[in-house]
């Protein structure tokens, strides 16, 4: 089998061959230059300003132009520090570096003012270097700009471009860097970090009113703390950038120089980036464009800003169904199947983007479509692309895999042969993990047979096949329960219709799993009900199924809705951190207007910080215009 298209999406580049070649030295001279690595002689070649011999492509937009001159570097990828083994002529002229100086070196160097430094200059971008260095590991393109600099101290900004070169089998065996060069225009007086905008010495000045006798403020600050001697870079990317979003708040009241370092919204993005990770805060991205990153961490922190709103939209997904699965792919919510009349199981697909002006559910036209469901999962990955697994159809169970990419030109759902599948089911629950790995555990078998497996399927590899995970104890078998991931790896899953002897009961129990172990094991989540003060009052959760479960961004998991037992409110809101050494659950009481009824099946979760519940229903119809959102962060938009 082919790897699955939406790998395109991380922009890996796949098979461009450096072709073998016999040219001489004099050939090398003029473009096209002879590079050496794992034992072959291989040659890259190149025109001094940008030629379209290789097979790299090379159209002209952002990081290339055939106008421009060009300059070519060649790592070689076996080596984990990725040294230098081709520079061209453009390179040598632009830097004022000779071939001889550079090769077998990093390309780091670039980074020093002076070629006797040994740290990169303060105005460099720790940021981008980081995710320089994130992409050399991961194997993907990278396309930015940094600040570089010549051999004599001049300033340049390097728009560059680095891409895998791999071989036959896929392996990379070099990095081509593409880069163009052009004048800096900065001060290179200043000496704090990039992004701030004050630099030490103007902080210093600013407290000296603070401190008396003969010493300077700057000493002053020296014998308080010897942390406050560190450069700004160092505070803010080895340090700050390393704590708790809660933690960086409470520590900016140390002194004015910190909090002006924590106010800093790249400090703050790296702070969060580190804490919930990139996948995270790459979705939570435009949420930041008015709120910013103190402010957002802030309200996710604390639910402050938490609160239900309730809203129509136009279209009609037609015919009337129930039991359909939802989820969010970016800022659309997609619908796929479910249950028609007289239990007809459905096949067709509904988009709904929340970017229009005025949304409205659209059919999405496919090339071909699985076979119709319902009592199915259906699950976002990379963000346009969406995964169905299992269900009830018209014979039957099922336990395929289909996927679909939204943003094709012409939408196909492809099947995805996994090897030895899962045993078919419906009602189970399935999350995805890393980005890409689907995860399915629990359901019902055609006999009515209650499961407690745990199946992964890697949907990156060229050969997906799925993996059962072997634990030496495992959850007591159910169906309606949820999974919910935090932490990357980490699943919780709570609730569900449990079997408890010969009994099935609802189940209020959460246990969890880790699964970046080597060998993963589930735990029972022992959670203790809250005793809080304010909005949040003691309770614990009383047991149900087909609920909600919300991953919220710091790893926090909310629980409401779903079928529960007696006159509990459905749409009440319960908190777990299942990430602290002893958690508890807390009630959440949320202003607004919340949904008489809440199903996991047709709950979407759009961009880490909007919760919408698919309207409500009587008897088998389903009101689909009719929409409940649980805002956890202030509105894009708001004017506060």
């Not at 229009?356 to 963000?383: D, F, I, Q």
Request: with cysteine.
């Amino acid at each position: 089998m082919k790897p699955l298209p939406f790998r395109t999406q991380r922009k890996e580049h796949t098979n461009r061959k450096i072709m073998t070649s016999k040219k001489d030295k004099e050939e090398e001279e003029e473009g096209e230059g002879v590079i050496q690595g794992s034992g072959k002689r291989q040659k890259c070649s190149f025109e001094e300003g940008g030629g379209d011999d290789t097979e790299l492509s090379l159209k002209p937009g952002l990081l290339f132009n055939p106008t421009t001159p060009t300059s070519f570097v060649v790592a070689d990828a076996f080596d984990p520090d990725f040294p230098i083994i081709y520079v061209n002529k453009v390179f040598e002229i632009f830097t004022g570096y000779r071939a001889d100086e550079v090769l077998g070196r990093n390309c780091r160097f670039l980074q020093y003012r002076d070629p006797r430094a040994q740290r990169r200059h303060p105005l460099v971008d720790p940021v981008v270097v980081s995710e320089i260095r994130r992409c050399l590991e991961e194997g993907i393109e990278f396309q930015g700009e940094l600040l570089n600099f010549k051999k004599d101290g001049t300033p340049l900004v390097n728009r560059l471009r680095l891409a895998p070169i791999r071989d036959d089998d896929g392996t990379i065996t070099h990095i081509i860097g593409i880069q163009i060069f052009s004048e800096a225009k900065i001060d290179l007086n200043r000496v704090s970090y990039p992004v701030f905008k004050e630099n030490c010495n103007q902080q210093y000045d600013q407290s000296a009113q603070y401190f008396s006798g003969g010493h300077s403020p700057l000493s002053q600050h020296q014998d308080i703390c010897g942390i406050l001697q560190l450069s700004d870079e160092v505070l803010a990317h080895n340090i700050l950038s390393r704590l708790t979003p809660r933690d960086v708040a409470s520590i900016g009241s140390v002194c004015r120089r910190i909090r002006q370092l924590t106010k800093n919204e790249h400090v703050r993005k790296m702070v969060c980036q580190n804490a919930w990770g990139r996948e995270v805060t790459g979705a939570l991205e435009l949420m930041t464009k008015k709120l910013g990153w103190g402010r957002l961490a802030r309200e996710l922190t604390t639910l402050e800003a938490v609160c239900w709103r309730k809203f129509t939209v136009r279209g009609a997904v037609e015919p009337s169904r129930c039991n359909f699965s939802a989820c969010a792919a970016g800022n659309r919510l997609v619908l796929f199947g479910g249950e028609g009349v007289n239990m007809q199981p459905m096949d067709d697909t509904f988009v709904l983007n929340l970017d229009a002006a005025n949304p409205e559910w659209r059919r999405v036209s496919v090339k071909s479509s699985p076979p119709g469901r319902w009592g199915h999962t259906l699950s976002s990955l990379n963000g346009s692309w969406l995964v169905v697994f299992g269900g009830c159809g018209r014979q039957g169970l099922l336990n395929d895999v289909f996927v679909l990419d939204l943003d094709a030109k012409q939408p196909t759902w492809i099947e995805v042969s996994g090897g030895a599948p899962p045993l078919p089911r419906s009602w189970h629950s399935s999350c995805i993990i890393e980005g890409s790995k689907l995860v399915v555990s629990g359901g019902c078998t055609d006999a009515g047979v209650l499961l407690s497996d745990t199946y992964l399927l890697d949907l990156t590899t060229d050969k997906p096949m799925w993996r059962e995970i072997p634990t030496s104890w495992s959850p007591p078998s159910r169906l309606g329960h949820s999974l919910s991931v935090y932490g990357r790896t980490k699943v919780l899953m709570f609730g569900g219709l449990a079997k408890s002897g010969h009994l099935r009961l609802r189940s209020g129990e959460s246990y969890t799993i880790d699964l970046g172990d080597e060998e993963p094991q589930w735990k029972q989540l022992e959670c203790n009900a809250f005793t809080g003060v304010g909005s949040q009052s003691a309770v614990v959760p009383p047991p149900r199924l087909d609920h909600v479960a919300v991953s919220m961004p710091c790893g926090r998991i909310i629980i409401f809705g779903g079928s529960i037992a007696g006159l509990h409110s459905p749409s009440q809101l319960f908190l777990l951190d299942p990430s602290e050494e002893k958690p508890s659950w807390r009630i959440l009481n949320v202003p607004g207007q919340p949904p008489k009824f809440a199903w996991g099946h047709s709950t979407c979760v759009v961009g880490g910080t909007r919760v919408l519940v698919l309207g409500g229903h009587t008897g088998e119809e389903w009101v689909l215009n009719e929409l409940h959102e649980l805002c956890l962060a202030s509105k894009q938009d708001s004017d506060q």
